[in-house]
């Protein structure tokens, strides 16, 4: 199966048993990185896993390697990623320390789940389409300059009137620039690694587009809020992991999203230099 195969269209519904675990699995998302309950958060992970078993034992669907897509399979796959990623805290940092938390946990979220569902499973579930989607259209050349247009006009004032810039370490050094640069890039390609073609991917081969769109936004925008879009972040983290799904879905390119998210995070990086340099020359008007 590729990254985009799933049960028809037609047969996909979101009110089916299915609905249990994979809301179990993405809400735990808020209760691990909003609310920080961890031992709360794991639990629902495993009941996600657990209620998932009984829905394919319900509809006679087999766990490991069946040519249906298995709920358990990939809620599991999903548990694991949320796992691996809350066993380090979130907080921004840019010491060295920090670099190698990050690397093996948001690595191996991503590096699991993909082992796991290629080796074990055998089910080819996630795959990273970088050359997908053929050439981009005029709509999606526009859209890259919308999305610089809409980060310049929105992101300082969020960052700077919210104060949720604090939650970043103070940038006031050309090696601690570097390293915050390094740093919102490498999370940035992260986001859409797991976030689109791991949760998001997983979860649509069962339900409808518009539903596993949804739920892979709740997961999304919990990291993000650990991460340090609080305030009335989610305002703006909500719309943004939305359409990062429906890009995937209209162009098949990890590129595209990829370049989607990168140019916003250049925003968010100026932002965040003028934010703790508020005496520097600077291009932004708050």
């Not at 694991?80 to 979220?109: C, K, M, W, Y």
């Not at 310049?152 to 050309?174: A, C, D, E, H, R």
């Not at 925003?267 to 291009?283: D, E, Q, R, T």
């Given at each position: 199966m590729t990254a985009h195969t799933a049960v028809p269209v037609r047969e996909r519904s979101t009110w089916t048993p299915k609905l249990i675990p994979a809301l179990l699995v993405c809400l735990a998302a808020p209760v691990l990185f909003v609310v920080q309950i961890v031992w709360l958060g794991w639990l629902l992970l495993a009941l996600a896993v657990a209620s998932g078993v009984l829905v394919d034992r319900r509809i006679g669907v087999g766990l490991v390697r069946s040519r249906e897509p298995s709920i358990a399979r990939d809620v599991s796959l999903v548990a694991?990623?949320?796992?691996?990623?809350?066993?380090?805290?979130?907080?921004?940092?840019?010491?060295?320390?920090?670099?190698?938390?990050?690397?093996?946990?948001?690595?191996?979220?991503v590096v699991v789940p993909y082992m796991i569902s290629r080796f074990v499973y055998r089910d080819y579930a996630i795959r990273f389409p970088w050359r997908g989607g053929g050439r981009w259209t005029w709509w999606q050349w526009a859209w890259?300059?919308?999305?610089?247009?809409?980060?310049?006009?929105?992101?300082?004032?969020?960052?700077?009137?919210?104060?949720?810039?604090?939650?970043?370490?103070?940038?006031?050094?050309?090696?601690?620039?570097?390293?915050?640069?390094?740093?919102?890039?490498a999370v940035g390609i992260w986001d859409e690694l797991f976030f689109i073609c791991t949760v998001f991917v997983l979860l649509r081969r069962h339900f409808p587009d518009v539903t596993a769109n949804l739920l892979q936004s709740i997961v999304f925008v919990s990291f993000l809020w650990e991460l340090g879009y609080q305030a009335w972040g989610p305002l703006l983290t909500v719309p943004f992991a939305i359409v990062q799904g429906f890009l995937f879905l209209k162009t098949r390119s990890l590129w595209y999203v990829v370049t989607v998210h990168l140019l916003f995070d250049a925003?968010?990086?100026?932002?965040?230099?003028?934010?703790?340099?508020?005496?520097?020359?600077?291009?932004f008007l708050v």
């Open positions: 694991i990623g949320q796992f691996i990623v809350s066993l380090i805290p979130l907080h921004a940092e840019l010491d060295n320390a920090a670099f190698l938390r990050f690397t093996l946990a948001l690595g191996g979220a890259l300059g919308g999305v610089i247009v809409l980060g310049y006009l929105i992101l300082p004032f969020y960052f700077i009137t919210s104060g949720v810039y604090m939650n970043w370490p103070v940038v006031n050094t050309p090696d601690l620039i570097a390293r915050l640069f390094v740093g919102v890039g925003v968010v990086f100026g932002v965040l230099v003028h934010a703790h340099n508020p005496g520097a020359a600077s291009i």
